[in-house]
């Protein structure tokens, strides 16, 4: 079956502008979370959904924010883009809460100049 | 606070020696351990979770409560075996949030 795919693969963005990135689970999982990968800070946990509910959220500005559709896709919006936001951005999904094993897209590189 | 640690960024070995890479946790609760390994141009992926007990491309990791600890090990390495390793900690009953340790690359030569 096919993995999760994320879209776009590449975005340069200017600072100030807002961006939202995609991301379509593997059928039948109902859980997608959102990872922020920098070298310096490594991987870092964004938010959890699960059947269109935030289960779960990190340590983010507001300006981070995400949303998912009773098809179980789900989007990322970013707002006021800052230069620290530049970092490849990872969906995961699941088929349930609770510890299971979470199965990774290829991410989205942002890129804001 | 929830804490993963992975005291080493780099760890070089040779074909057939055997390899340790180490992770620390701080967590109050009753944590679920991962350990994800990312292949060169690959998606991370599972590699192995202390629930299952299951040894995985002939590694194991033992979950040690006292020491709060969850160590990745594999007696004989390989060359396909480089890679970067990162190990998680899943909340209990927290969902699929996963915090991760800043990851450790195995680099294994001949």
């Known amino acids: 079956k096919a993995g999760v795919t994320q879209t776009p693969r590449y975005l340069i963005k200017t600072r100030g502008q807002q961006v939202t990135l995609s991301c379509s689970p593997i059928?039948?999982?109902?859980?997608v979370s959102w990872y922020q990968q920098t070298p310096g800070q490594g991987l870092q946990f964004l938010f959890e959904y699960f059947s269109e509910t935030q289960r779960n959220k990190g340590n983010f500005p507001g300006r981070f924010s995400g949303r998912q559709f009773s098809n179980s896709r789900s989007e990322m919006n970013v707002s006021t883009l800052e230069l620290g936001d530049s970092a490849l951005y990872l969906c995961?999904?699941?088929?349930?809460?609770?510890?299971?094993?979470?199965?990774f897209g290829q991410g989205t590189r942002l890129t804001v100049v | 606070a929830q804490r993963v640690t992975q005291p080493e960024k780099l760890l070089s070995v040779f074909k057939g020696a055997p390899v340790e890479l180490k992770c620390n946790y701080s967590?109050?609760?009753?944590?679920?351990l991962f350990w994800y390994v990312q292949y060169s141009r690959q998606r991370l992926q599972l590699l192995l979770r202390?629930?299952s007990r299951e040894s995985i491309k002939g590694f194991t990791a033992d979950l040690n409560k006292g020491e709060t600890s969850f160590h990745l090990k594999k007696p004989f390495a390989q060359e396909e075996d480089s890679a970067m390793y990162y190990c998680a900690l899943s909340p209990n009953q927290a969902g699929t949030a996963l915090i991760f340790g800043k990851g450790t690359t195995l680099s294994v030569s001949s």
């Open positions: 059928s039948g999982h109902r859980s």
């Open positions: 202390h629930i």
């Open positions: 995961a999904s699941s088929t349930q809460t609770g510890g299971t094993e979470a199965f």
């Open positions: 967590y109050s609760g009753s944590p679920e």
